[in-house]
């Protein structure tokens, strides 16, 4: 009985140091938006102030448009992420079955070029197409982000769906495409939703395509965030507070979509699956 | 309902052929069993017909229709998979009516045939379930009851009870030969279980190395084995091997043990060729004559005894129905049955 317990406060004191920078990260994160700028300078540092101030959060919304700002974030994640959903999730498909891995790796690569050597071609292109004003720009560059993403992610989760699913459907009468639709894509929804959150994570807090194509209003959060830095002087609660309210949606949906990812959704289909 | 014609087949992948050239003609409503070791092709014949892998070479015709080119879905057949393959995300009344659906068959119609292979088949009560949530004879069940909802030219099982624990499968066993008999519909089963395949079959075809071997009523196959392969193959425990020839109108082995030549063997047309002598464990009995021998191994079952018995350097494994007061080690005269005896050509593994 006392080793079970001690086994038990190692376990917890061991998980607490894995996680701690996280959780520290985040708690001081919070702490600086909480406090006035006199608080946040001070030595010995103050974690609980006396006194919160709510008015950084105030301040967000108020000096920087910040509500367009998270709209535009939303406009360019949400369509890039759906667009890499209907091109990755079947291009996933075809993969696996085909086993096509050449194409897989060509996907792969176009996910390891840095983003910013296709920056300038890609400028020159939108500007071309006279849609800079636009978020256009800025969705049709995130989809080099999220496509490869969620091509990766459905390839393996296909490829480990027991294929005689798929031939029980086809003696069944299925076409290719309904053994798709009505068998292998339901089984690849904890799948999908991986898939769907990676995207999302990626594609909200990337920085890069921002800075360069958005203008004073398609400016995405990252990007709003980075402008709050003035050459003066760096108000500390204010940027914190702006970096959890960016944070924050993503955090949410993460922690919601998670219930999603049931594991063993296979479970009963083949013995031992 | 059809029969199935299986005309000179071929299989290769790349350069590695699995079915060297195999002609099958299942009659209509008939239960074929392709029977063999693991690897000899057994497998890969079913999905051939089944329309999973293509033919390399040769014919398959159901019915009429030559269905070389047909589509697995065009082919109007069901197929038991070993590991069920059951749809997850569907209930079992869904997974049943799947082919239906896919049809677009009238949901009512559709609902009724679900509930009567239910009925058939025990499963009224699981019908809302998930996969997940049923034992594996059920899920087995289920497997079976997609298939019948179909009402297919040709039903097709691969191993479909070797996933199930001992007394399960006799079981299965039992409730698949009675529908068989009780929808006559035409079925290709798969099994390297011999004896699923002698209780089962009306037809047995045993492969082996892409090679059919025999084809042959379950009792044909066990009385008159065409060669050494199926002799070792069919029967447990298996049949006695003993090499040797025939010198003076008996059988001599190499350790220089005698044995009468079975019945009907002319002495002349087996002399001077390498034999093998064949008999089986349960044609030999302890009556206090014949070969004498020192018993090696003993293990009562309660119905029968097994016993291995040393006579003359030649190990000779008997099966006893009567209850024998045998102890290892002690010395004991066995009798073979010469009408249940065989010989066999040691090189060409023919049956004489």
Same mark, same amino acid.
């Given at each position: 009985m006392g080793s079970r317990l001690l086994n038990k406060i190692g376990l917890f004191f061991g998980a607490l140091v894995l996680v701690s920078p996280a959780i520290l990260f985040f708690l001081w994160m919070i702490s600086l938006s909480l406090k006035f700028e006199i608080d946040n300078g001070a030595y010995p540092p103050i974690?609980?102030? !006396?006194?919160?101030?709510?008015s950084n959060y105030a301040k967000v919304f108020e000096e920087n448009n910040f509500l367009l700002y998270m709209w535009n974030s939303v406009l360019v994640t949400g369509t890039a992420t759906l667009l890499a959903l209907l091109i990755g999730v079947p291009a996933g498909y075809g993969i696996a079955r085909l086993k096509a891995e050449r194409s897989a790796i060509v996907i792969m690569i176009a996910r390891m070029t840095p983003g910013l050597s296709y920056l300038i071609p890609l400028f020159l292109l939108f500007q071309w197409l006279g849609i800079?004003?636009?978020?256009w720009p800025q969705i049709i560059i995130h989809l080099v982000v999220t496509v490869p993403i969620v091509v990766w992610v459905m390839i393996g989760y296909f490829e480990t769906t027991p294929m005689e699913l798929e031939e029980a459907a086809n003696i069944d009468g299925a076409s290719s495409w309904q053994v798709f639709r009505l068998v292998a894509l339901p089984i690849a929804k904890p799948g999908i939703v991986v898939a769907f959150i990676l995207s999302i994570i990626f594609s909200w807090n990337n920085f890069v395509f921002g800075v360069v194509l958005a203008s004073r209003e398609t400016r995405t959060l990252p990007v709003a965030v980075y402008n709050m830095?003035?050459? !003066?002087?760096?108000?500390w609660g204010p940027l914190a507070a702006a970096a959890l309210v960016v944070t924050l949606p993503v955090l949410v949906l993460t922690m919601f979509a998670q219930r999603q990812i049931v594991a063993g959704l296979t479970a009963g289909a083949v013995k031992g699956g | 309902m059809a029969s199935v014609t299986i005309n000179n087949v071929q299989k290769a992948f790349g350069n590695a052929k699995i079915i060297h050239d195999v002609s099958v003609d299942i009659a209509d409503g008939e239960f074929v069993i392709l029977v063999g070791?693991?690897?000899?092709?057994k497998s890969t014949l079913l999905r051939m017909i089944a329309g999973l892998e293509t033919i390399s070479a040769g014919k398959i015709a159901i019915g009429e229709h030559?269905?070389?080119?047909?589509?697995a879905r065009d082919r109007n057949i069901a197929m038991v998979f070993q590991n069920y393959?059951?749809?997850?995300?569907?209930?079992v009344a869904d997974n049943m009516g799947f082919a239906l659906r896919i049809k677009k068959a009238d949901p009512a119609d559709t609902a009724s045939r679900v509930k009567r292979a239910a009925s058939i088949l025990g499963l009224e009560k699981l019908l809302?379930?998930?996969?997940?949530?049923?034992?594996g004879g059920q899920r087995q069940r289920v497997a079976m009851g997609r298939a019948i909802v179909r009402d297919p030219q040709v039903f097709l099982f691969d191993e479909?009870?070797?996933?199930?624990d001992a007394k399960l499968r006799v079981q299965m066993r039992g409730e698949i030969k009675a529908l068989h008999q009780r929808l006559g519909t035409t079925t290709i089963y798969v099994t390297h279980d011999q004896i699923e395949a002698m209780t089962m079959a009306d037809k047995i075809v045993v492969l082996h190395d892409g090679l059919v071997e025999q084809i042959g009523a379950p009792l044909d196959l066990y009385d008159r084995p065409a060669n050494l392969f199926v002799a070792g193959f069919i029967g447990s425990p298996a049949m006695n091997f003993i090499h040797g020839h025939v010198e003076e109108g008996i059988f001599r082995s190499a350790g220089g043990l005698t044995l009468p030549l079975p019945e009907g063997i002319q002495p002349a047309e087996a002399a001077g060729r390498e034999l093998v002598y064949g008999i089986r464990?349960?044609?030999?009995?302890?009556?206090?004559?014949g070969l004498s021998g020192t018993v090696t191994l003993m293990e009562a079952t309660g119905s029968e005894i097994f016993a291995t018995v040393d006579c003359g350097g030649e190990v000779i494994s008997c099966l006893f129905r009567e209850r024998l007061a045998l102890k290892q080690g002690e010395a004991v005269r066995i009798e073979i049955d010469r009408a249940s005896a065989h010989l066999f050509d040691a090189r060409t593994g023919q049956r004489i």
């Open positions: 974690l609980i102030p !006396e006194r919160f101030a709510w800079l004003g636009t978020l830095l003035s050459y !003066e002087q760096v108000s | 070791p693991s690897g000899c092709g030559t269905v070389n080119n047909l589509r393959a059951l749809y997850p995300h569907m209930t809302d379930r998930y996969p997940r949530q049923l034992s479909p009870l070797s996933n199930l464990p349960e044609h030999i009995r302890a009556t206090g004559q």
